[in-house]
């Protein structure tokens, strides 16, 4: 089956820098790579996805990349504010199936 | 649209005890999931179901059962409750006509075993 890994585990930065999430997976079958954000308490939201047949997608402060050769895809996240702080989730889905596979997330604490 | 709404927010359960969670979804979605979510880590699918009188098993199925006799229900059945299923629970639903397309999640259930 499919094997999500995410790095790091925990991300800490200054309000106002970039920060940078990288995932892998083991399946190269998998098109979707879906990202999402969960605040303490609460259900996971999709914030950004990518397909397997674009290499960049970018929605203002957020971006993904995606690297079907090297099978890595990253969130990239400008200008970080406050409320950026939470766990985010990489995964990865084969259409065939639809089942999404996540990665073991990231604690992002944005420091004012 | 309420979206996914689960029933219980919170419950404990003794040892060996039984219980139903419950997962309804009004946005007529063919796919539903159910997620389990231990502390500090990511989500690992349970059961799924890809319509009305269909499911199949995840990646950790064992000490759990489901069934989905309507589009919009999807209950999970704990039996014989043990520790190390204490986690919390997210349903999620999807619609799929041969694509991917977002999941939308519950806003889960907190369950204890002690």
């Known amino acids: 089956g499919e094997n999500v890994e995410q790095h790091p585990s925990t991300l800490s930065v200054q309000e106002g820098d970039s920060a940078v999430i990288k995932c892998t997976y083991s399946?190269?079958?998998?098109?979707?790579f879906p990202w999402y954000k969960q605040e303490l308490g609460k259900r996971p939201q999709l914030i950004i996805d990518i397909r397997s047949n674009v290499g960049e997608k970018k929605d203002q402060r957020i971006a993904v990349t995606l690297n079907k050769t090297a099978k890595h895809f990253s969130l990239h996240i400008t200008e970080t504010q406050p409320e950026d702080s939470a766990v985010y989730f990489c995964?990865?889905?084969?259409?065939?199936?639809?089942?999404?596979?996540f990665g073991g997330g990231t604690r992002v604490l944005v420091k004012p | 649209n309420a979206g996914v709404t689960q029933t219980p927010k919170f419950r404990i359960l003794k040892i060996g005890q039984s219980m139903t969670l419950q997962c309804t979804q009004d946005m007529n979605h063919n796919y539903m999931y159910w997620y389990r979510q231990d502390p500090g880590m990511g989500l690992k699918l349970i059961y799924y179901?890809?319509?009305?009188?269909?499911?199949d098993k995840g990646e950790v199925p064992n000490g759990y059962n489901v069934s989905r006799s309507t589009t919009e229900d999807f209950p999970l059945r704990l039996e014989l409750a043990a520790p190390s299923q204490t986690s919390v629970y997210f349903c999620a639903s999807s619609y799929s006509n041969g694509g991917y397309n977002e999941q939308f999640f519950g806003p889960g259930t907190r369950l204890t075993v002690l």
């Open positions: 995964a990865a889905v084969k259409a065939a199936g639809n089942k999404l596979t």
């Open positions: 179901s890809v319509g009305a009188g269909i499911t």
């Open positions: 399946d190269s079958a998998s098109n979707y």
